[in-house]
């Protein structure tokens, strides 16, 4: 099992969200997050000096897959929500030891 | 040392937070996200059409824990949180290579 | 690839972000968060009785660094955020298999 976390712009939360219901990929969860990157966010100019506004508002969105489906899912991410331009995001692959349904006490991959 | 990430039903936060205390488990932190599993959320009827509400919020809840305790500690979460309906949650365990607490600079399980 | 995850007192976010921008370490994220340590946050009084207060605000921020920069980072966060005082967080280091940059699709350390 793979955590997939994908750091994405928030006006593609919804059409991300759209892909994988198309796709079937069901487990899912999301939250709000500040975040910079290369470009240490943009810089701003308050009364003529230049502030550094070094953290733009993020969504973050696990998810949980099967070794074997985490290139697909990758993918659709990145067709999903890629612009071309700076700060389309980031994905992270961590690896996950174990999965329980908390319903039915499953565990392992049946669970994801 | 392992992560446990449990997500639960909010009304189940104050119940774990008891249990935890009870059991003597004292580290832990708790956010809120939105998410969706196998039913990919509930569908709500707005003036007459269906509406796909593909998130709940829930209550996800980190601990760190010395690998011993991995077991009681997954069993005390289930035993407290399940009602057996849909939606109760799931629990991700992952491998945690260090830690530190940052006002003694101690590291490893003794930090945990 | 290792994920930097540090729980600090709020007030300590600016002059962390400070330090980082010295340090020319430009990935991160933020949020913010409720936990408790060894002593389970304080205990407040209200009218009269005892109320564990056992959930502090707190600041999860996540960096996510090449192998060779984990113990300069480590310590360039204990540095600032360090008072001597209980509750001045934690440091949890994590493996992550890979990263992407979505913009340009690279993989691995150089999308970091
Ligand atoms: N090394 C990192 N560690 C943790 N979070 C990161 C890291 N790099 C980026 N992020 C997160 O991803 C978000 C988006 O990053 P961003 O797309 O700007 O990456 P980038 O490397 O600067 O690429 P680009 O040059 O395309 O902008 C950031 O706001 C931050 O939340
Ligand atoms: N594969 C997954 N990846 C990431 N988060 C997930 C995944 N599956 C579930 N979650 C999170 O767990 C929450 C609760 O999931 P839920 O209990 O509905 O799981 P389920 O597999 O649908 O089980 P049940 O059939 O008992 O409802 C979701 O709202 C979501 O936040
Ligand atoms: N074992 C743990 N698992 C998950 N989160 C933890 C754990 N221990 C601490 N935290 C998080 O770190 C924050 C700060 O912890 P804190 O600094 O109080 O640690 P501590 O072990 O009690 O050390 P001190 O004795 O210096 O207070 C907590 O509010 C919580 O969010
Ligand atoms: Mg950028
Ligand atoms: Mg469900
Ligand atoms: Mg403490």
Chains 1, 2, 3 share one sequence.
Do not use: Y
Request: hydrophobic share 40%.
């Amino acid at each position: 099992m793979k955590l997939i976390e994908a750091i994405i712009r928030p006006e593609k939360l919804e059409p991300l969200k759209d892909a994988f219901l198309k796709a079937q990929i069901k487990g899912m969860n999301v939250r709000q997050i500040l975040g910079c990157g290369n470009q240490h966010g943009w810089v701003a100019h308050n009364r003529g000096s230049e502030v550094m506004m070094n953290m733009l508002p993020k969504i973050e969105i696990k998810i949980v897959v099967t070794d074997d489906k985490v290139e697909d899912t990758v993918k659709l991410i990145i067709d999903t929500v890629r612009t071309g331009e700076i700060g389309d995001g980031k994905i992270f692959i961590k690896s996950v030891e174990d999965c329980i349904r908390i319903r039915t006490g499953e565990r392992g991959e049946g669970a994801v």
